[in-house]
């Protein structure tokens, strides 16, 4: 990096901090993202946690690094101690690899975010335990939980589900493949006082789950489906690709939604294309992206987010057109009379 590149973005974070610190602390909120490659297109995220900066370098076409001098005054701008700062490296994956874990220092940090507490590890893996952007999200689903049954699918370590529970929800399910992950959202309920036993956590493949849960009849008010853009894990019996599998997902989500219920589907595929005619028309389908992304990712949002309602019913976009028909007086082959002699009219 230049040096007037570097003393430019100093700038940048010391202002962005400030800005930020005023907008979140008052909200009990101490993590969110300082700088989202807003400036020169740099490849570089940087994210507060409390009192840690967590660094990401991104994986291009050209290589970017961080020298140490570089690391101190980016840390100096921030006012963060340099044994404060993290940083990793993610790298661009092919279509069939997934991201190993990078340590095993198990060290768990907590962090607040609108008044409630979440665990989180800034050393092991390349993803912290909390996604920052689905922050207004998760206030959404709180927000509307009251008295309502909540479905947190694909949950990884299950921040909406501890946001339906302090918006009073009546009975969470929280789901997701991995047991350590599930381990991780009973430890974020007890961190916000809520005990794990009056809920539901359940270690299962997402698809086999809403099969089965239409099969019981089972139903919920409002369904969170944030799935990955791909995995091939060897618990499932297919892999995941959001692009060609959010349809079945979809609409299996429909299956076990109550009536007058809410579907919140989201995903972060850069290039996802939601295709609103391969749905019923009973569906309702409103892109609400801008109303679940908060100020420290608007100027690159990191996800996209569809609001569902309605039923399972209706034609979709992609069902031919009836045919029309002419009118009745030109149906059949044989002409009307005449009034006159050949008219059965006495008249």
Known sequence: MKQETLEKLTSILKNRQKELRSHFTPLGTDCYRIFNRSYSNLPLLIDRYGAYMHITLLEGEEQFALSEDQIKKIAGALYTPVEKVIIKTRESLTEHQQYASLDDKQEKLTVQENGLNFQVNLHDYIDT?????????REMVREESFGKSVLNLFSYTGSFSVYAASGGASRITTVDLSATYLDQAKDNFRANDFLPGAFEFVQADVFKFLEESAEQKEK?????????????????DRTLKIQKDYLELILGCFK????????LFSNNLSDFRFHKKDFPSGIKIQEITDLTT????????AHKCWELTGFLQGRTGHEPKPRRTSPDRFKSSKRAPRQGRDSRSKY
């Open 129 to 137: 335990g909390l996604f920052l952007d689905h922050r207004k999200t």
């Open 220 to 236: 919920w008010d409002i369904i969170v489906l944030d799935p990955p853009t791909f995995s091939n894990s060897r618990k499932m």
């Open 256 to 263: 076990i939604l109550k009536g007058g219920g809410t579907l």
């Open 294 to 301: 908060d100020v420290d990712f608007k100027n690159r949002p």
